[in-house]
Nanobody, 115 residues
Framework: QVQLVESGGGLVQPGGSLRLSCAAS????????EKWYRQAPGKQRELVAT???????DYADSVKGRFTVSRDNAKNTVYLQMNSLKPEDTAVYYC?????????WGQGTQVTVSS
């Protein structure tokens, strides 16, 4: 059974940092891309970052230069380092893995950026 478990969210002041984790079981990461999405209240889910099987990252323009995606193959975990956080980064963040035409999602972790 595939399971993705996100953690690391919380309340942070503008300009602060958080590191999100997505631990996978029942599936091996690094074979294909993994993605981080976010969904703010009343908005559609949007793609934030993608990490390729080779470890290179691709980012939405809104987070480029502030967020960094990485993966620890030994821990089968993907990370999203978020720096210089802004109130508009407030959302529930989800990791996503697509394998054999099936989309797997975690339960999400809430990130709130507020003073």
């Amino acid at each position: 059974q595939v399971q993705l478990v996100e953690s690391g969210g919380g309340l942070v002041q503008p300009g602060g940092s958080l590191r999100l984790s997505c631990a996978a079981s029942g599936i091996v990461l690094s074979i294909t891309n993994e993605k981080w999405y976010r969904q703010a209240p009343g908005k559609q889910r949007e793609l934030v970052a993608t990490i390729s099987s080779g470890g290179s990252g691709d980012y939405a323009d809104s987070v480029k230069g502030r967020f960094t995606v990485s993966r620890d193959n030994a821990k089968n975990t993907v990370y999203l380092q978020m720096n210089s956080l802004k109130p508009e980064d407030t959302a529930v963040y989800y990791c996503n893995v697509r394998r054999s035409l099936v989309n797997y999602w975690g339960q999400g972790t809430q990130v709130t950026v507020s003073s």
